[in-house]
């Protein structure tokens, strides 16, 4: 007995050099990963790291808008997160006269933190695991098209009953997120309570919090400061409430602690957050699909329409804060789609995968059991029928939905209705109601011209990669009433469509009509490009009509492979609360070249070119650098650090995540991934992914230091 356990723990502990690949559950951290995250230096007990009956570090890490991390780090509600991801809201609040994305803002006191229309934090009460509850009610409720054991709609509906049944308290701000996991082997069900009154506290200047934009994007070494802060409010009662002016700070029950020890090489560190996609699953085809669809169009449409929107931001500060989220939103994910090519062909990864995939084949002829072979079989044929489909997809996806801000016009459909059956009443509120509609929207593109260039290119862009043959209804038109010339479209739309000016709407609103709606150039566009999408999503509905099913025997196949290879298993990200682990270390990317694992502000200072925007250094920062003013937050050698890295499993949505050191200190927030580890989607490779992270030290200095907001300093517990 005593060299069976022994066995067992020696098999486990040699996982340690391979177990920060993972995006592990909380649920199964005791079972799993507890023993390997003490071996790698865990100097807590687990239980404060994740306990399932009382409070935890899992308590003070947030949801931030659905798409971001952020971490409590004050008694106050104070929420840190990434600069990128306040960044839309920085926007809300920008203006060419109060320019917070150039100039920075920080509340001195609680009056001035800005209320946030729109942004949420959310809280994850209970993580469940309720497997077995879903499996009994798939087996009993009635499935004629076989899919409740995905369907979001469903799920939610057995989350509402095993609510119902175990008396868990259900308010309005209260959310029930039951989702499939390892293929839709296992069920967790997320109980959280979101809080909607949530404000803007401070935010460095671009020149800090994006300091290298898109040269250092997804790039190492870095020196930016991507950090924001914000506060989330609740009603008096303490309980969360929709904004009001006299909401507080919330009194939470979980706020982190801060340690300025900083980070050496080796250090072992761990990051929770709410990783968004991965696909860790695929087979070798898929990768390849993923490559020549989706990666391919984002880089080369994304590039044409992100040259032509810098030309103009470039020449107007009011056009520059208008399209700054959306040019950042836009490029961050243009450059990961580049650098995820060039390391999915310069690391091998569809070798890597088809020799996984033979090995499972393998497995399976020697258990005698062919459900993978038909399975792999199934994926492949599926891959190949639906790619064409999928790549006209992203083309419209990207050139035509998101590249098109314009398309964003008022649906004419209650105005249509109304004409048809000619009721004065209805068409006098139809009108009204599309007028609304139109001022919002005019609201929205306040820059026609800008949309008008953008246009042009985005068209042409789609005819380069879509033979005429194959485009959406709308160039049939182009083609016979413009002469094959989409610019003169684009003009037309400007000058003629209901909604390509405020005069012409004008014009339009005051007499409507059938015919000029049904004749609008704008509107025939629009209809074109929801017919495309909806025509290719039929493709592939057809196509993946079985995708699904086989899928879940393939994902069963690899966790049973890894469990009888005495591998812990952990499933696809997919947005719900995970941690990773790893240690602080340096990489070496290629012969002869070598990065340390930190960052200094002197780099900073090496990098500074104030004629390129991407890197100016603001003239406090610089004076702050020369006096070598850095408090208690420089480095024992006297250097002032500004980012280091780990080698933690982690991908779009941990930006933002809480970085612990051994006792579960915040050391730092996670904001990126380097360029060499971008292939970590699909393939994670520990020499060579390195997350970066802001040394929690240069959030505090610019903050202190900096900003001169040494209020919110006080307020933070600081070791």
């Known amino acids: 007995m005593k060299k069976t356990i022994i066995l067992s723990l020696l098999s486990f502990t040699t996982l340690?050099?391979?177990?920060?690949?993972?995006?592990?559950?909380?649920?199964?951290?005791?079972?799993?990963?507890?023993?390997?995250?003490?071996?790698?230096?865990?100097?807590?007990?687990?239980?404060?790291?994740?306990?399932?009956?009382?409070?935890?570090?899992?308590?003070?890490?947030?949801?931030?808008?659905?798409?971001?991390?952020?971490?409590?780090?004050?008694?106050?509600?104070?929420?840190?997160?990434?600069?990128?991801?306040?960044?839309?809201?920085?926007?809300?609040?920008?203006?060419?006269?109060?320019?917070?994305?150039?100039?920075?803002?920080?509340?001195?006191?609680?009056?001035?933190?800005?209320?946030?229309?729109?942004?949420t934090v959310t809280f994850i009460d209970k993580i469940l695991d309720i497997t077995p509850y879903v499996k009994e009610q798939l087996a009993k409720d009635k499935d004629p098209e076989g899919l409740n054991y995905l369907s979001p709609s469903y799920l939610g509906k057995v989350a509402e009953r095993f609510a119902k049944q175990e008396n868990i308290e259900v308010t309005p701000f209260t959310a029930l997120e039951l989702k499939p996991f390892y293929g839709a082997n296992r069920y967790y069900l997320f109980v959280k309570t979101i809080y909607k009154d949530v404000r803007m506290v401070g935010a460095p200047p671009s020149s800090i919090g994006k300091f290298g934009a898109d040269t250092d994007n997804w790039m190492w070494p870095r020196h930016c400061g991507d950090f924001s802060m914000f506060r989330i409010y609740a009603a008096p009662d303490g309980k969360p409430a929709e904004y009001n002016e006299n909401n507080i700070p919330l009194k939470v029950k979980k706020h982190l602690t801060i340690n300025l020890g900083g980070v050496k090489e080796g250090d072992f560190t761990f990051v929770m957050g709410f990783p968004g996609r991965n696909w860790r699953y695929m087979i070798s085809d898929e990768v390849e699909e993923r490559m020549q669809t989706t990666n391919f169009m984002r880089h080369h449409v994304r590039d044409v329409r992100q040259k032509a929107l810098m030309k103009q931001m470039l020449q107007d500060d009011a056009v520059r804060i208008h399209y700054a989220s959306k040019y950042a939103s836009s490029a961050n994910y243009w450059k990961n789609a580049i650098g995820m090519n060039e390391g999915l062909v310069r690391l091998k990864v569809l070798d890597t995968k088809r020799a996984q995939q033979e090995a499972l084949l393998a497995r399976g002829r020697s258990l005698n059991d062919n459900s993978y072979q038909q399975a792999f079989d199934q994926i492949r044929a599926i891959v190949k029928q639906r790619r064409p489909a999928l790549y006209h997809q992203q083309a419209i996806q990207e050139a035509l939905v998101t590249g098109l801000d314009f398309m964003r016009i008022p649906s004419t459909a209650g105005l249509v209705s109304a004409l048809k059956n000619k009721d004065k009443k209805q068409i006098a509120a139809a009108k009204d109601s599309l007028q609304k509609a139109a001022d919002r929207y005019f609201a929205s593109v306040p820059f026609p011209e800008v949309e008008r260039i953008v246009g042009k290119e985005m068209l042409k862009i789609y005819m380069k990669y879509i033979p005429a043959e194959q485009r959406i209804g709308i160039f049939q038109i182009i083609d016979k009433r413009f002469k094959g010339n989409s610019d003169a479209f684009i003009d037309a739309c400007f000058e003629h469509s209901i909604f390509g000016n405020k005069e012409n709407f004008a014009k339009f609103i005051r007499k409507p009509s059938l015919y000029k709606i049904n004749t609008d150039w704008m509107v025939l566009l629009k209809y074109s490009i929801t017919d495309g999408l909806l025509q290719t999503s039929i493709a592939m509905m057809d196509a993946n009509k079985n995708y699904n099913a086989a899928h879940k025997v393939w994902v069963k196949g690899m966790m049973d492979m890894k469990l009888a290879n005495g591998q812990p298993i952990y499933p696809d990200a997919n947005s719900t609360l995970r941690l990773t682990y790893g240690q602080v270390l340096p990489y070496a990317p290629a012969d002869g070249v070598k990065y340390d694992y930190y960052t200094t502000l002197k780099g900073a200072m090496e990098k500074e070119d104030p004629d390129n925007w991407e890197f100016v250094v603001p003239a406090k920062l610089k004076q702050l650098y020369q006096a070598k003013d850095f408090g208690r937050y420089a480095m024992p050698n006297g250097e002032m650090p500004i980012c280091f890295i780990v080698n933690t499993d982690n991908t779009g949505g941990n930006s933002g995540s809480p970085v612990f050191n051994a006792k579960g200190e915040l050391i730092g927030t996670g904001f990126d991934r380097n360029y060499e580890g971008l292939t970590g989607d699909i393939a994670f490779r520990p020499s060579s992914q390195r997350a970066a992270c802001v040394d929690i030290r240069y959030t505090l200095f610019i903050i202190d230091k900096y900003a001169g907001a040494s209020h919110l300093i006080e307020e933070m517990t600081i070791k």
């Open 16 to 119: 340690a050099g391979h177990a920060d690949e993972g995006m592990w559950m909380l649920t199964d951290l005791k079972e799993q990963n507890a023993a390997t995250m003490y071996d790698m230096g865990l100097d807590i007990g687990i239980d404060k790291v994740y306990c399932p009956d009382s409070i935890s570090l899992k308590d003070a890490v947030v949801h931030f808008g659905g798409g971001c991390t952020g971490e409590v780090i004050s008694a106050e509600g104070l929420v840190l997160t990434n600069h990128h991801c306040g960044y839309g809201y920085i926007q809300q609040h920008s203006s060419v006269e109060h320019d917070y994305l150039t100039d920075g803002f920080w509340a001195m006191t609680r009056k001035e933190e800005l209320p946030c229309e729109g942004l």
